[in-house]
DNA sequence: CAGTGGTCTAGACCACTGT
DNA sequence: CAGTGGTCTAGACCACTGC
């Protein structure tokens, strides 16, 4: 399967990357040095290479050499995505900080909002890193009805997107995007003055399950969409 | 430069599907049917039918045969709208001005990323208003193979994206979405110092037919999705 | 100048499908 | 079985860059 010669030596190069020891910016090794190294033709080596540069992982540049791209993150609007299989999928580690965990007493604003009388909201703050680069900071409110054991998971082994997508079937998902700037305290962590501040609002059972305000550092982060028209 | 075989050919078939001569469902010529048309080997048209496929314009069964792919019409959430129409849902006024409307000689990166050896590109650069309150900056480049007249409208009556869905059929949309500092020059007319900046590519017969850089001031613009999860 | 990537050729072998 | 796509080879020519 994956042992066609083109396959091994474009994991080869993506996860030297992964690892770092290939650093963004660095010059990778020439089309012929790659041949020689893996016995194999040119061709082959282009094609691995080739499709690295489609995926942006290398810019290439003729006459010159390919070099480690430097990571420009990207995430979707569209789907629900667990952002640390977003990470693994670009070849780069994931982890993940837990500021916050615990019970809170919701204010009337979120009392209307989760359509809850009485009793407590779960809270977490999460700062999630790729490559030890913080690029998203959450900060999630949970109806405790549709995750009564939230407060007990740990949230820097397994997302909580991953946790609720697991428990609490989600039926309706609104998200919301603006530019602002970064409070104050979150700056401190995302490290940029300007965020893109995606606030998710799903729903699940009919009511509100989760209120998330996902914060993106504004200069090192873009979310894609790619679309067919009707 | 885009006359290698390889790319010719892809726009042969892109083209073919574009314009419907191909319809979905249908067996694409096989690739010595192809080789011998072209009269070109069989790497360079199998490069070609894989980029297609990569792309999701075919879909390849070995052993089987090549085929035009279902287009995958994907949610209507994120959709090619016009902002005047959004306007006019929310029951406000629509107006637009126009600051450029020209040809222009592309760069080499934009001559690269829309594929043209030579020639100009069209450009424009319009001011949307929401009851006078400026609500969108949109800076467009064309490609004039898509929209020959483009330079004889007058955009301050119809906007450039309803003239465009009219003239030239969008096949594939990208969208980017981040947040920025507001370039200076458009700061003036948004009167925000952060922007939503939406970077959208249209590509029409196989080809990139438009970019367009939407600027929405950051404090006073949200874009929302709904969306039901699958 | 030697080195780089971009592209192409004319063969080849393979696994797979439909008949 | 003949036909399909998936992959590979060992050459080749080109335009480009840095020295």
């Known amino acids: 399967m994956s042992e066609s010669p083109y396959l091994l030596i474009k994991r080869s190069i993506a996860d030297g990357i992964a690892t770092r020891r290939y650093l963004p910016g660095q010059v990778l090794p020439s089309e012929p040095a790659l041949c020689r190294t893996f016995g194999v033709a040119r061709m082959t080596v282009n094609r691995a290479m080739r499709e690295l540069a489609a ?106 997107s991953e946790y609720l997508l697991r428990v609490a079937p989600v039926q309706e998902v609104r998200h919301d995007v603006q530019a602002a700037a970064t409070p104050t305290g979150i700056a401190r962590h995302l490290d940029d003055k300007i965020c893109l501040l995606v606030t998710r609002l799903t729903w699940s059972g009919g009511r509100l399950a989760t209120l998330t305000r996902l914060y993106y550092p504004g200069g090192r982060f873009r979310l894609t969409e790619r679309f067919v028209p009707k």
């Open 55 to 160: 995926e942006q992982l290398v810019r290439r540049v003729p006459g010159v050499g390919t070099f480690v791209a430097e990571p420009v993150a990207e995430s979707s609007l569209v789907e629900l995505r667990n952002i640390a299989d977003e990470i693994a999928e670009r070849g780069h580690r994931h982890s993940a900080t837990v500021f916050v965990l615990a019970a809170v007493t919701p204010d009337d604003e979120q009392r209307a909002i989760f359509g809850i009388a009485e009793g407590p909201l779960f809270h977490s703050a999460i700062l999630h890193c790729e490559n030890e680069i913080p690029i998203q900071f959450e900060d999630r409110f949970v109806a405790p009805s549709v995750a009564p054991d939230y407060l007990q998971q740990d949230f820097s082994r397994m997302t909580p």
